[in-house]
Each structure stands twice: as structure tokens, then as C-alpha cells.
């Protein structure tokens, strides 16, 4: 089976542009879910989706980042517009329906802002 | 806020030498949070190494332990004896109530095992 996919791998953007994450999560699961990660922070939790239905957001996210989920195979992470401290890796996770704990992550999504 | 603390950055043992990364959560809930390590090997995604979800209780995986200890608030990973594959960024996470579902990581420890 397939895992979480993730695209692009690598994104270079100027300030004040704007720049979609692209999210697969592995078939069937009903979880989804974006992190940020930093070397400082660690993982930050930004968005939480469980059948399509956007369960929590990180509230400190919520300015000018937008994740959606079209449908239960595809999700994206919007972030708008870009500014230079939003460089991170960033994660996509899915997960089964009533499997606390195990999630699957993709390899991640780097961004870098000039 | 529910959060977990991880205090070494980066730790390097030489390969058969012990290790323990050390882990520190807060939770806000009066229920005791779920407990899990979390591992990312060079070119892999990040994968569950081990979780624990009862105080007092002991997981381990791939030769790695960590017991949950709500006494100290504490959920340590250790090994006895590491191996150059062993190399990699561990994270600590938690859940808790009212949303057991949602993971909260720590900033992540990245080991380095040499030869």
C-alpha cells in the first residue's frame, strides 16, 4: 500500500507569495492531519480533519494558514502570503479510524521564504 | 496547554554504550495522557516506535523501553546496548483529553551513534 505522499518536496518562495502543500494520505484512513516542523518548535499541530470535517486548528496558525480537505484522498495546505519565518518542513500525518496514536507521516514538505 | 519537553537537542554515544533520551510532558487533563515515541530515520518518514497509554506501564520496541511514570511526570526512552542504526530524530508526544485524537510532539532529540 502506499504511504503518505507529499508535494512538493522542496518549495523556495519570495516573501508575500503564495504557496500550496499537497497531501495523499494512505487509502482508506479517515484521519488527517498537517504539522510544522522546526528545529526549535519541534512539531506544531495545524490542522486536524477526520472524514473531511476540519476538527481543530492551531490557533496561532489561523491568520494566514488554510488547510482543506476536497475529499478523503486529497488534502492542501494553503499558506498565504508567505513571510520568512514560515520556512519549515512541513508534515502531513493520516491515521485509521479509532487507531489512537499510530499515525502515518509523509516525508514532508520543505519550504524556504527568501 | 498540554505540552512535552525533550532537553537535549542532540546526544552522540558510541555504538554498545547505553542511552536515554530524556522526556518530560505536562498535562492538563486530571486523566493520565497517552505516551509515545515517535522515530525519524535518515530518508524515512516519521513512524511510531513505541507507545504507552496506562501509568505505570512499560513499552518497548526494536530494543528500546520506556516506562511512563506519572510520579515524575516522565516517559524516558532508553537502550542498552545502541548500533549505528540507531542513528535518527526521536520524538516524544502525548494525547490527551478531551481530544485523545490530536498528538502534541516534543522538539525532538537527534542521536547520533558513533561507530
Known amino acids: 500500500d502506499a504511504g503518505v505522499t507529499q508535494t512538493p518536496r522542496h518549495e523556495v518562495a519570495e516573501k508575500g507569495q503564495t504557496i500550496i502543500l499537497k497531501c495523499e494520505p494512505v487509502?482508506?484512513?479517515?484521519?488527517l492531519f498537517w504539522y510544522r516542523q522546526t528545529k526549535i518548535q519541534g512539531l506544531e499541530l495545524l490542522s486536524y480533519?477526520?472524514?473531511?470535517?476540519?476538527?481543530?486548528d492551531g490557533g496561532a496558525f489561523k491568520d494566514r494558514f488554510k488547510a482543506e480537505m476536497l475529499n478523503s484522498s486529497f488534502s492542501t495546505l494553503k499558506i498565504q502570503p508567505t513571510e520568512p519565518k514560515d520556512s519549515a518542513v512541513y508534515l502531513c500525518?493520516?491515521?485509521?479510524?479509532?487507531?489512537?496514536?499510530?499515525?502515518?507521516f509523509g516525508e514532508g514538505s520543505k519550504l524556504t521564504v527568501l | 496547554g498540554d505540552s512535552v519537553t525533550q532537553t537535549e537537542g542532540q546526544v552522540t554515544v558510541s555504538e554498545s554504550k547505553s542511552l536515554i533520551i530524556n522526556c518530560t510532558y505536562s498535562?492538563?487533563?486530571?486523566?493520565?495522557?497517552?505516551l509515545f515515541w515517535y522515530v525519524r530515520y535518515p530518508g524515512e518518514g516519521l513512524q511510531l516506535l513505541l507507545k504507552?497509554?496506562?501509568?505505570?506501564q512499560k513499552g518497548s520496541s526494536r530494543g528500546f523501553e520506556a516506562t511512563y511514570n506519572k510520579e515524575t511526570t516522565s516517559f524516558h526512552l532508553q537502550k542498552a546496548s545502541v548500533q549505528e542504526s540507531d542513528s535518527a530524530v526521536y520524538y516524544c508526544?502525548?494525547?490527551?483529553?478531551?481530544?485523545?485524537?490530536?498528538?502534541?510532539f516534543g522538539s525532538g532529540t537527534k542521536l547520533t551513534v558513533e561507530p
Open positions: 504507552v497509554i496506562t501509568a505505570g
Open positions: 487509502s482508506g484512513h479517515n484521519d
Open positions: 480533519f477526520r472524514s473531511k470535517s476540519l476538527m481543530e
Open positions: 508526544a502525548l494525547s490527551d483529553m478531551p481530544n485523545y485524537n490530536v498528538l502534541y
Open positions: 500525518a493520516s491515521r485509521a479510524w479509532g487507531n489512537t496514536g499510530q499515525l502515518y
Open positions: 498535562a492538563t487533563s486530571i486523566a493520565y495522557p497517552n
